[in-house]
């Protein structure tokens, strides 16, 4: 995994709220449909339902759960050490949230936006990054 100083507050609160709020899984659809899957509704409903699955995951994985929330209260590069070692340590997990939170970026390529506000979107694309 690799944090750049500068953004390891913001990957550290970022990913604790994209994983916090990110949830189950979408099913991809077919190219007729993705117009559909565009619109305000249906890029929130990626969103609620990604943050859903992320916090179902979180509450089962303790260890997780506690280095994500600490990092809101800590300094970027803290926090963004303190997530890339326990994901390191845990690479299943790490993988498992990956996969959860892939809708995201899914999503965002399919319609050519941004569903994330900055901070968040930063933090995302860092934790995907690896």
């Known amino acids: 995994m690799k944090f750049n100083g500068s953004g390891a507050r913001g990957l550290g609160v970022g990913i604790g709220c994209v994983l916090g709020g990110v949830a189950a899984s979408l099913v991809t659809l077919p190219a007729a449909a993705a117009a559909d899957q565009c619109n305000a509704d249906a890029l929130a409903g990626t969103v609620s339902t ?29 926090a963004a050490a303190n997530i ?46 690896g």
């Open 50 to 78: 990604v943050t859903g699955a992320a916090q179902q995951y979180l509450v089962a994985h303790p260890g997780a759960n506690q280095v994500v929330t600490a990092a809101y209260g800590q300094p970027r590069d803290q």
């Open 84 to 129: 890339r070692g326990y994901f390191t340590a845990n690479p299943a997990e790490y993988h498992d949230l990956r996969g959860i939170l892939a809708p995201i970026g899914d999503v965002q390529r399919r319609c050519n936006v941004t569903v994330l506000p900055p901070a968040l979107a930063s933090a995302y694309s860092e934790f995907m990054a």
